[in-house]
């Protein structure tokens, strides 16, 4: 039996949103996506490929750093 690794969301600077572990995509409507151990989806809302992530962002200057709240 295979062990899991645990899916980690890392938010790009300026950029896309980097998936990688154990995690499925999945559509309004329940579909699957079909994805790779580690995809990128879209944070500037013009990809070409939507949800995942082409590139475009760069060619745009999408920026957007956030950052947890420190207490």
Known sequence: MSES??????????GSILITGDVEL???EGNVYETKPAFSLCRCGMSSNKPFCDGTHKEIG??????????
């Open 26 to 28: 999945v559509d309004a």
């Open 5 to 14: 690794k645990k899916a980690t969301l890392k938010i790009r600077d300026n």
């Open 62 to 71: 999408f920026e957007s750093k956030p950052r947890v709240e420190k207490e």
